[in-house]
């Protein structure tokens, strides 16, 4: 009897736990695109901040993956504390649609709906049909794993040894209501999943092995076990995160803290707006739902003296390490926000490096000798940011391709870390030609008026060039990838026609030879620069060939 009970609850919960881990992943798939756009809203409106939770939260089907993104986005400077305090008010709200599903009582179809949507999975070839049938599979799941719970607990009602241990945290009382909050806090916090700590809670209810009044008070304590996921993130993290961490716990520490003192109350003004006897489920939903809305409202006004507090009690360390991109490692909870991120990024490489071709063409359009002091520090300045921009895209890139995503985000990760690299590649080269112009100076040679026009002519098709492939990223446009593809063209002939000329002439030209091989190796780095462009105009005109 007691191994049939285990394995109907532990497979139920495994059922569960896989269909709530399957929806969620489906969803932040199929809502990507929304999620991106979603960012855009959050402004220091925090009204605007907590309905971008709600919503996020409702489409990904997990406050956990919203609270750790949230917390990675203000690690990242993409949030401001005050920002993400909305974010995560509002996921409060989001989450509790979880227990609307859950309520739902359908567990009976459960197993038809995973069914059919494996089969659809099976033996669909069309990648977003396979995403949604992936996500309604996780619903199927979801709904028989809690079926096979509650058949699996049934016995369990006839057992008293199990029903006096039930009736340890009876919340009859203050103290009854305070450890069976203690209890959901601390199931929900070894399993970090609040859906599954409810569902469970609405199971045991549904069974008659805990009062109403134990699963609200049971409900209560799972919110600040859920808070568990965001602190753990936080480790590690800047103290601008580990405070929007903090804030998640104190928010509902301090909501728990006002239910269970006034819980009579609370339960009375629940019944006013669901009545627990005609359905135990969605009164248990209800006081989810009811106990996260009341906390929002109460919190809501006090966001900023929150975020005051949390500034005075989180020090800022004074370490901080380098970064120069507003990527995280914790961002990858949502991989479509991390693909974006990324390639505004890489844009930003591109205009670093377009500052970079700007200094050197000033140069020649100028008639100096010599770049400044400054021009020449900049173009340092400029390479040594292009290693870490190279090394941070890189890094998230590999980790995004580590998770589960379809193959067209794989493709644009794949392009983002290939474009770093090679922006990367390209500043060597500036920094390169920056250090010959000036060893000429320093050496007291000029350049030729030939080569000075030869180098700037190259300068200039290759800032053309630089600009054409940006529009092209940007707008994922392939028709000027070819455009720049015969743009190269061309800058290779230029190279070669100024080689051939420098070669031919280079016996009745009255210059060094350091200043010969000096002016070869400019033009063979204008040719490296060239080639780098070049492979990645390749990565896009590979696609329309294939």
Same mark, same amino acid.
């Given at each position: 009897?007691?191994?049939?009970?285990?394995?109907?609850?532990?497979?139920?919960?495994?059922?569960?736990?896989?269909?709530?881990?399957?929806?969620?992943?489906?969803?932040?798939?199929?809502?990507?695109?929304?999620?991106?756009?979603?960012?855009?809203?959050?402004?220091?409106?925090?009204?605007?901040?907590?309905?971008?939770?709600?919503?996020?939260?409702?489409?990904?089907?997990?406050?956990?993956?919203?609270?750790?993104?949230?917390?990675?986005?203000?690690?990242?400077? +993409?949030?401001?504390?005050?920002? &993400?305090?909305?974010?995560? %008010? $509002?996921? =409060?709200? /989001? *989450? #509790?649609? @979880?227990?609307? !599903?859950?309520?739902?009582?359908?567990?009976?179809?459960?197993?038809?709906?995973?069914?059919?949507?494996?089969?659809?999975?099976?033996?669909?070839?069309?990648?977003?049909?396979?995403?949604?049938?992936?996500?309604?599979?996780?619903?199927?799941?979801?709904?028989?794993?809690?079926?096979?719970?509650?058949?699996?607990?049934?016995?369990?009602?006839?057992?008293?040894?199990?029903?006096?241990?039930?009736?340890?945290?009876?919340?009859?009382?203050?103290?009854?209501?305070?450890?069976?909050?203690?209890?959901?806090?601390?199931?929900?916090?070894?399993?970090?999943?609040?859906?599954?700590?409810?569902?469970?809670?609405?199971?045991?209810?549904?069974?008659? +092995?805990?009062?109403?009044?134990? &699963?609200?008070?049971?409900? %209560? $304590?799972? =919110?600040? /076990? *859920? #808070?568990? @996921?965001?602190? !753990?993130?936080?480790?590690?993290?800047?103290?601008?995160?580990?405070?929007?961490?903090?804030?998640?716990?104190?928010?509902?520490?301090?909501?728990?803290?006002?239910?269970?003192?006034?819980?009579?109350?609370?339960?009375?003004?629940?019944?006013?707006?669901?009545?627990?006897?005609?359905?135990?489920?969605?009164?248990?939903?209800?006081?989810?739902?009811?106990?996260?809305?009341?906390?929002?409202?109460?919190?809501?006004?006090?966001?900023?003296?929150?975020?005051?507090?949390?500034?005075?009690?989180?020090?800022?360390?004074?370490?901080?390490?380098?970064?120069?991109?507003?990527?995280?490692?914790?961002?990858?909870?949502?991989?479509?926000?991390?693909?974006?991120?990324?390639?505004?990024?890489?844009?930003?490489?591109?205009?670093?490096?377009?500052?970079?071709?700007?200094?050197?063409?000033?140069?020649?359009?100028?008639?100096?000798?010599?770049?400044?002091?400054?021009?020449?520090?900049?173009?340092?300045?400029?390479?040594?940011?292009?290693?870490?921009?190279?090394?941070?895209?890189?890094?998230?890139?590999?980790?995004?391709?580590?998770?589960?995503?379809?193959?067209?985000?794989?493709?644009?990760?794949?392009?983002?870390?290939?474009?770093?690299?090679?922006?990367?590649?390209?500043?060597?080269?500036?920094?390169?030609?920056?250090?010959?112009?000036?060893?000429?100076?320093?050496?007291?040679?000029?350049?030729?008026?030939?080569?000075?026009?030869?180098?700037?002519?190259?300068?200039?098709?290759?800032?053309?060039?630089?600009?054409?492939?940006?529009?092209?990223?940007?707008?994922?446009?392939?028709?000027?990838?070819?455009?720049?593809?015969?743009?190269?063209?061309?800058?290779?002939?230029?190279?070669?026609?100024?080689?051939?000329?420098?070669?031919?002439?280079?016996?009745?030209?009255?210059?060094?030879?350091?200043?010969?091989?000096?002016?070869?190796?400019?033009?063979?780095?204008?040719?490296?620069?060239?080639?780098?462009?070049?492979?990645?105009?390749?990565?896009?005109?590979?696609?329309?060939?294939?």
């Amino acid at each position: 009897m007691m191994l049939e009970i285990l394995m109907k609850v532990v497979g139920g919960l495994g059922l569960f736990l896989y269909g709530m881990d399957n929806m969620s992943s489906g969803m932040q798939k199929i809502a990507g695109k929304k999620l991106k756009k979603i960012l855009t809203v959050l402004t220091k409106n925090r009204i605007f901040a907590i309905m971008a939770g709600i919503f996020i939260t409702m489409l990904v089907q997990s406050s956990s993956v919203s609270t750790v993104m949230a917390v990675g986005f203000v690690n990242a400077s +993409l949030l401001s504390l005050n920002q &993400a305090l909305g974010l995560i %008010l $509002g996921a =409060n709200i /989001g *989450t #509790t649609v @979880t227990g609307w !599903l859950l309520a739902l009582n359908i567990g009976k179809f459960g197993l038809p709906i995973a069914g059919v949507a494996a089969i659809a999975y099976m033996f669909s070839k069309n990648e977003k049909t396979k995403v949604k049938a992936s996500t309604v599979l996780g619903l199927g799941l979801i709904f028989f794993g809690l079926e096979l719970m509650s058949t699996g607990l049934k016995p369990i009602r006839s057992m008293p040894e199990f029903v006096n241990l039930f009736s340890l945290f009876t919340a009859d009382s203050y103290f009854g209501a305070f450890k069976a909050a203690l209890v959901g806090a601390f199931i929900t916090a070894l399993v970090q999943s609040s859906a599954a700590t409810l569902g469970i809670t609405i199971t045991l209810a549904s069974q008659g +092995l805990i009062t109403y009044p134990t &699963a609200v008070a049971l409900v %209560l $304590g799972e =919110n600040v /076990g *859920t #808070t568990i @996921t965001a602190f !753990l993130a936080s480790i590690g993290a800047n103290p601008n995160a580990k405070r929007a961490a903090y804030a998640h716990s104190i928010i509902n520490i301090v909501g728990v803290i006002w239910a269970i003192s006034i819980f009579p109350i609370y339960l009375k003004i629940l019944d006013i707006v669901a009545n627990p006897q005609e359905n135990l489920a969605f009164g248990i939903a209800t006081a989810h739902t009811m106990f996260n809305i009341i906390n929002v409202i109460l919190f809501t006004p006090f966001v900023g003296y929150l975020g005051k507090f949390l500034y005075k009690v989180v020090k800022d360390d004074g370490k901080g390490v380098e970064k120069v991109t507003q990527l995280d490692k914790l961002m990858i909870q949502t991989p479509t926000v991390v693909i974006e991120q990324s390639k505004q990024e890489v844009i930003h490489m591109n205009g670093e490096i377009k500052e970079m071709l700007d200094i050197l063409l000033n140069f020649y359009l100028e008639g100096k000798e010599f770049l400044s002091d400054d021009k020449l520090k900049r173009l340092y300045e400029i390479e040594e940011r292009m290693d870490l921009f190279q090394k941070e895209i890189t890094d998230i890139g590999y980790s995004i391709l580590s998770v589960d995503i379809s193959s067209e985000m794989k493709d644009d990760t794949r392009k983002n870390i290939e474009i770093s690299d090679e922006y990367e590649t390209i500043s060597d080269y500036g920094v390169r030609i920056g250090k010959i112009l000036n060893r000429f100076a320093e050496s007291e040679i000029k350049l030729t008026e030939v080569e000075r026009v030869k180098l700037k002519t190259l300068n200039s098709h290759i800032v053309d060039l630089y600009e054409l492939i940006n529009v092209g990223f940007k707008n994922k446009d392939k028709t000027i990838f070819a455009i720049a593809n015969e743009k190269c063209s061309v800058i290779l002939e230029e190279y070669r026609a100024a080689k051939d000329l420098h070669l031919e002439k280079i016996s009745t030209l009255d210059i060094s030879v350091t200043q010969s091989i000096g002016y070869l190796d400019l033009l063979n780095y204008y040719r490296r620069l060239r080639d780098h462009i070049s492979n990645i105009i390749e990565l896009y005109l590979r696609e329309t060939n294939n």
